[in-house]
Nanobody, 117 residues
Framework: QVQLVESGGGLVQPGGSLRLSCAASGTIFSIFTMGWYRQAPGKQRELVANIVSGTSTNYADSVKGRFTISRDNAKNSMYLQMNSLKPEDTAVYYC???????????WGQGTQVTVSS
């Protein structure tokens, strides 16, 4: 059974930083494309960033230059460094593991990020 567990969310002031972590178990972590998604109240879940095994990354335009996604396959972990946070970044952030050819997709339970003064 695949489990994804996020951590690192919380309350931060505008302009502040947070680092989210996603720990995976029960799978061969390195074969999955890993991604961070977020969902704000009343809005659809959206892709924030993803990273293929290795260094290929993609970012939503709204977070480019402020967020950095990374992964450590040896630790079965993925991270999202969030800098210069804005109130509009407030959302529940979800970790996703995806393998298109195998038609597999797993989600974590989410972690709340609130940006407010």
């Amino acid at each position: 059974q695949v489990q994804l567990v996020e951590s690192g969310g919380g309350l931060v002031q505008p302009g502040g930083s947070l680092r989210l972590s996603c720990a995976a178990s029960g799978t061969i972590f390195s074969i999955f494309t890993m991604g961070w998604y977020r969902q704000a109240p009343g809005k659809q879940r959206e892709l924030v960033a993803n990273i293929v095994s290795g260094t290929s990354t993609n970012y939503a335009d709204s977070v480019k230059g402020r967020f950095t996604i990374s992964r450590d396959n040896a630790k079965n972990s993925m991270y999202l460094q969030m800098n210069s946070l804005k109130p509009e970044d407030t959302a529940v952030y979800y970790c996703n593991a995806h393998h298109e050819r195998l038609a597999l997709s797993y989600w974590g339970q989410g972690t709340q990020v609130t940006v407010s003064s």
